[in-house]
C-alpha cells in the first residue's frame, strides 16, 4: 500500500495548471482543487506533466561490468531523467542471450525499485551472429522479452536475419537491428567525411548503415514481421525508414538524443568523450533526425545512455570505449532541440519517449499510457524553464561520460513517480522500498 | 609560434619561414667538426615513441644532442607501455621527471593531441607521426629541401610562392601528404595529390590543394614530386590489384622522370619500397635529393626543439 499523493498545479503535457490525485499507484482524479485526506502535496506549479518516460535502449552493465555501472546505479540515473521504464541491452557479460541471464536483470530490477527494468534478449548466442539464441525461451521466461537485440553488434548475415524475424511473429517480438555492415566499418572510429579525412582517422561511412536499414526493411516487409532500427543517424537512414513506412511495412525507428544536437566536428580535438557508435554525423544528418523525429519518420527517442569507467575515456581516442551516458540529459537534450525549436509539443515528446516505445516493446506495467484517471501512477514533473549546466559528477551513474560536460542545457526533472512512488523528489533520489 | 607543434596546421607562414630559416643557420653546425651548440644545454627532451621509427628517432635524437640538451629515449617496446601502462600515466611519469619537450612518435592519429591538451605533461609537445593523421617536421623538412633548390639564393627568407609540388601514391593512409599539404599551402605553392581514387580521402575536394588520378598529366608542371611509400599491406585491403598495376600507374621510373623539368627534384621521405612507387634508378639519380631530406631533417628538428624549448622567449616568460 503506497502513500497518496496530492500533485498540485501541473500543468498535464503543457496544458493548463490542474490537480493530479495518485492512491494506491493509480491515479484517482485529476481536476482543479482537489481534496485528498492524509495525501503528501507535492507542489508543482509551473511544471510539466509527462507520463513516466520509457528508453527502449539502456546498457546497464549487469552482470559483467559492475565498475562501469550496475541495475541499481543505472535506475537511479534513469529515474533521475524521468524514466519509470527501461530496457536493459543484452551486451552484457555473460550475454543476455538464454532465460537465466534476462531473468537475473529483470530480477535485479525489481530489487533496485528505481525504474522497471525490461531486459532485451540477444538475438544470436553470445553476440556471435552464427546462431539463434533461445529467443522463445526468453520470450516465455519471467522476464517476458518481446525485444530481441545483438546492439553493439550488426545482425549482419542476411538470412539469420531473415530467420530472426521470422522467427519472432510467433510470440509477438520484434528484433532491434544495429545496422552496421561490419565489412565497411572494419577499424572505424568516427563518421567518414571531411573531418575523418582531415584527422586521419578510419571513416564510418553513412552507406554501412543505410545499406543494412534498408535490406532488413526489405526483409520484415517480406517475411511480414516487426523491424525495430536502432540510434538511426544519417539523413539517408532517415529516408529509407519514411519510404518503409509509406509502403505501410512494420518498420519503427529511434533516435539518441546525442544525434539530435552534436556532430563530427566535435571530434577534432581527438578527445574521446565524443566516441560513439554510430559516431556523431554531420550537421546535416543532424537536421535530417530532427526531421524525421518531427514528422514521425523516426517514432521513438532512445538514450543508448553507454556508461564506460574513466580509464576507457582518459586515453588516445582509437584505444576509447564507444558510448556516452545520457539517460539524465535526454530530455533536456530532446527540449533543447525539439520543444523550444517547435519541432515538437509535450505531447508529441510523450508519444516518442513514452508511449511509443511502451508499445514496441509491448511492455506491461502500465507504462506508456497516458496521464488519466484509471492509469498507472507513472508519472514526471519537469520544470522547461529552468536551465543547468552538466556537470560530469552530478549524476547517478557510476560512470562520468557525458559529452555535455560544460553545456547549459534546458529543464529539470523535479520528480518521477514509479506505480504512485516518488523515486525522485525535489530534484533528489528517493529511499525506495523495493 | 604555438607552444606545441601537434600539426603543420598550426604554423603560420611567418612561423614556418622563422623555423625554415632557422634550420637553414642550424644546417652550418652540422658542416663543423664539433658538431655541437650549447643553447638547449640543461633542457631534457623525451623522445616518445609508441611506433618503431629509427629514421626519425635518431634524427631528433641527434637534433637535441647538438643542441646539447639532455635526451631521454623511451620506446614503448619493453618498457612499461607494452605492460600495459596508459598513455597518461606514462606522461605523467615523464612530467615528474621534468620533460622540457615531449617528442611523440604513435600508430594512434591524435594521440599527441590528447597528450598536449589533457594536462597530463607541462613541456612542448611535438607531433614526430600520429598514425594516419600528421608528420609536420617531415613536411617542414621537405619544405626546406624543396625551398633551397627551387627559390633563388637557396631561399632564406622565402615562402615557396607559385611552385607546383606533386605528391603521389597513398594519401589517405600517409601523414606526410597530409602535413605536406597544410604547411606547402601556406607556404604559397600549388599542391597536386595522385592517387588512385581508393587511396584518397573523403573530402580532399574541400583540401586547397588540386587532385588526380593521373599521375602522367601531372608531371610537366612539376618543380618538385614526392613519392610517398605504399604499405605492402594495402594490397591485400583491394585498394588497387597488384603492386605490379600500381607501379605501372603510379611508380615514378625514368620514362616519367624525363617528362620532368630539368630543374625538378624527386622527394622521397623513407624508408622507399624501390621497385613499386620509385625505381632504383631514379631514386639513385641526380634528380633525387633523398638523402639530402635527411640532412635537412635534423636542421629542421634542431630549429623546432630551439623555437619551442630554448629560445629567449621561453626564459622571459619565465616557463
Not at chain 2, 289 to 303: C, K
Amino acid at each position: 500500500m503506497s502513500e497518496q499523493y496530492l500533485i498540485r498545479n501541473a500543468r498535464i503535457l503543457g496544458g493548463e495548471p490542474t490537480d493530479i490525485a495518485i492512491a494506491d499507484g493509480v491515479i484517482t482524479a485529476i481536476g482543479a482543487d482537489l481534496d485528498l485526506n492524509g495525501a503528501i502535496e507535492v507542489d508543482a506549479t509551473g511544471l510539466v506533466a509527462l507520463p513516466g518516460l520509457v528508453d527502449l535502449h539502456t546498457h546497464l552493465r549487469e552482470p559483467g561490468r559492475e565498475d562501469a555501472e550496475t541495475v541499481l546505479t543505472g535506475t537511479q540515473a534513469a529515474a533521475r531523467g524521468g524514466f519509470t521504464c527501461v530496457h536493459a541491452m543484452a551486451n552484457t557479460d555473460p550475454v543476455a542471450d538464454t532465460a537465466g541471464v534476462v531473468e537475473q536483470v529483470w530480477r535485479l530490477g525489481r530489487e533496485a525499485g528505481f525504474c522497471d527494468v525490461q531486459p532485451i534478449g540477444a538475438v544470436t548466442v553470445g553476440l556471435g551472429g552464427t546462431q539463434l539464441a533461445e529467443l522463445g525461451a526468453m520470450a516465455d521466461s519471467a522476464a517476458d522479452v518481446r525485444v530481441f537485440s545483438d546492439d553493439g553488434k550488426c545482425v549482419s548475415d542476411a538470412v539469420l536475419m531473415r530467420r530472426a524475424l521470422e522467427y519472432v511473429k510467433a510470440f509477438d517480438g520484434v528484433v532491434a537491428q544495429h545496422a552496421q555492415e561490419p565489412r565497411l566499418t572494419e577499424g572505424a572510429q568516427m563518421n567518414e567525411g571531411l573531418v575523418s579525412g582531415e584527422l586521419g582517422l578510419t571513416g564510418w561511412p553513412a552507406a554501412a548503415e543505410e545499406a543494412i536499414v534498408a535490406r532488413d526493411c526489405v526483409l520484415a516487409a517480406h517475411v511480414g514481421s516487426r523491424l525495430h532500427v536502432c540510434h538511426l543517424s544519417t539523413r539517408g537512414s532517415v529516408e529509407i525508414v519514411r519510404w518503409a513506412k509509406s509502403k505501410g511495412w512494420d518498420v519503427t525507428a529511434e533516435v539518441t538524443p546525442h544525434h539530435l544536437l552534436l556532430t563530427d566536428d566535435l571530434v577534432r580535438g581527438y578527445d574521446p568523450i565524443y566516441k560513439v557508435n554510430p559516431p556523431l554525423r554531420t550537421a546535416d544528418d543532424v537536421e535530417a533526425v530532427r526531421e524525421g523525429l518531427a514528422d514521425g519518420t523516426i517514432d521513438i527517442v532512445a538514450t543508448d545512455h553507454a556508461p564506460h569507467p574513466m580509464e576507457d575515456k582518459e586515453c588516445e581516442w582509437s584505444a576509447a570505449a564507444f558510448g556516452m551516458i545520457g539517460l539524465e540529459t535526454a530530455l533536456s537534450v530532446v527540449q533543447h532541440t525539439m520543444v523550444d525549436t517547435g519541432l515538437l509539443t509535450w505531447a508529441q515528446v510523450a508519444e516518442r519517449m513514452s508511449a511509443a516505445p511502451a508499445h514496441i516493446s509491448r511492455v506491461g506495467g502500465g507504462h506508456g499510457r497516458p496521464i488519466a484517471v484509471g492509469e498507472a501512477a507513472h508519472v514526471v514533473l519537469y520544470d522547461d524553464q529552468a536551465t543547468r549546466t552538466i556537470t560530469p559528477a552530478d549524476t547517478a551513474s557510476l560512470s562520468r561520460n557525458t559529452p555535455y560536460a560544460g553545456r547549459e542545457l534546458p529543464g529539470r526533472v523535479v520528480a518521477t513517480f514509479l506505480r504512485g512512488v516518488p523515486t525522485v523528489l525535489d530534484g533528489q533520489l528517493q529511499e525506495v522500498r523495493s | 609560434m604555438k607552444k606545441h607543434l601537434l600539426s603543420a596546421g598550426d604554423l603560420t607562414r611567418e612561423d614556418a619561414i622563422r623555423v625554415l630559416d632557422t634550420a637553414a643557420e642550424l644546417l652550418g653546425v652540422a658542416q663543423r667538426p664539433i658538431k655541437k651548440l650549447p643553447t638547449l644545454r640543461g633542457r631534457t627532451v623525451v623522445n616518445l615513441f609508441f611506433e618503431d621509427s629509427t629514421r626519425t628517432r635518431i634524427s631528433f635524437e641527434a637534433a637535441a644532442k647538438r643542441l646539447s640538451a639532455d635526451v631521454i629515449n623511451f620506446s614503448a617496446k619493453g618498457s612499461s607501455v607494452s605492460k600495459g601502462e596508459s598513455l597518461k600515466d606514462t606522461a605523467l611519469t615523464l612530467q615528474a621527471m621534468g620533460a622540457d619537450a615531449v617528442v611523440i612518435r604513435h600508430h594512434f592519429s591524435g594521440a599527441p593531441h590528447r597528450l598536449a591538451a589533457a594536462g597530463w605533461t607541462n613541456g612542448a609537445v611535438v607531433n614526430a607521426g600520429d598514425g594516419t593523421h600528421e608528420h609536420p617536421t617531415q613536411a617542414l623538412l621537405d619544405a626546406f629541401t624543396m625551398r633551397s633548390h627551387l627559390m633563388p639564393g637557396g631561399g632564406v627568407g622565402a615562402d615557396l610562392e607559385g611552385k607546383n609540388v606533386t605528391i603521389v601514391g597513398d594519401v589517405l593512409h600517409s601523414r606526410v601528404a597530409r602535413s605536406n599539404a597544410l604547411l606547402l599551402h601556406t607556404l604559397g605553392a600549388n599542391v597536386t595529390l595522385v592517387a588512385p581514387p581508393t587511396l584518397l580521402p573523403v573530402g580532399v575536394d574541400t583540401w586547397p590543394v588540386e587532385t588526380s588520378y593521373d599521375l602522367d598529366e601531372s608531371l610537366e608542371k612539376a618543380d618538385a614530386i614526392m613519392m610517398l611509400r605504399v604499405q605492402r599491406e594495402r594490397m591485400n585491403a583491394s585498394y588497387f590489384p597488384t603492386e605490379r598495376e600500381y607501379s605501372r600507374r603510379y611508380g615514378l621510373d625514368t620514362t616519367r622522370m624525363n617528362r620532368l623539368p630539368d630543374h625538378a627534384i624527386v622527394l622521397h621521405p623513407g624508408p622507399m619500397n624501390r621497385g613499386m612507387e620509385i625505381t632504383a634508378d631514379v631514386a639513385d639519380s641526380g634528380r633525387s635529393v633523398i638523402v639530402e631530406q635527411v640532412t635537412n631533417g635534423v636542421a629542421v628538428r634542431m630549429a623546432v626543439l630551439y623555437l619551442l624549448v630554448g629560445g629567449a622567449t621561453n626564459e622571459e616568460e619565465g616557463s
